[in-house]
């Protein structure tokens, strides 16, 4: 079973920076994509930042030249760099994690982050 911590959501004013991180355990061999999402009050939840097995990024619109997803491989901690942070961008943050190894196949959630930004 892989466990996913996420940390560093909080609150901040529009146009400040903060950098959530997901921490994943376990050894994983193969992991097919790793990413983030969101889910506002009374919305449904909505990928933002995904890294695929090759390398590759794919960006929700809305978070494009002000988000940047980043993973360390050694640590197998992924981050998502906010920068210029909207009202908008007010949500709770999951952490997903696909793998396809034999030992831990499936797909992973972690338990969410609060992010809070403030006009």
């Known amino acids: 079973q892989v466990q996913l911590v996420e940390s560093g959501g909080g609150s901040v004013q529009a146009g400040g920076s903060l950098r959530p991180s997901c921490i994943a355990s376990?050894?994983?061999?193969?992991?097919?994509?790793w990413g983030w999402y969101r889910q506002a009050p009374g919305k449904p939840r909505e990928l933002v930042a995904v890294?695929?097995?090759?390398?590759?990024?794919n960006y929700a619109d809305s978070v494009k030249a002000r988000f940047t997803i980043s993973r360390e491989n050694a640590e197998n901690v992924l981050y998502l760099h906010m920068n210029s942070l909207k009202p908008e961008d007010t949500a709770v943050y999951y952490c997903?994690?696909?793998?396809?190894?034999?030992?831990?196949?499936?797909?992973?959630w972690g338990q969410g982050t609060q992010v809070t930004v403030s006009s």
């Open positions: 376990g050894s994983i061999s193969y992991i097919n994509s």
């Open positions: 997903n994690l696909v793998a396809s190894d034999d030992r831990y196949k499936g797909s992973y």
């Open positions: 890294i695929l097995s090759g390398g590759n990024t």
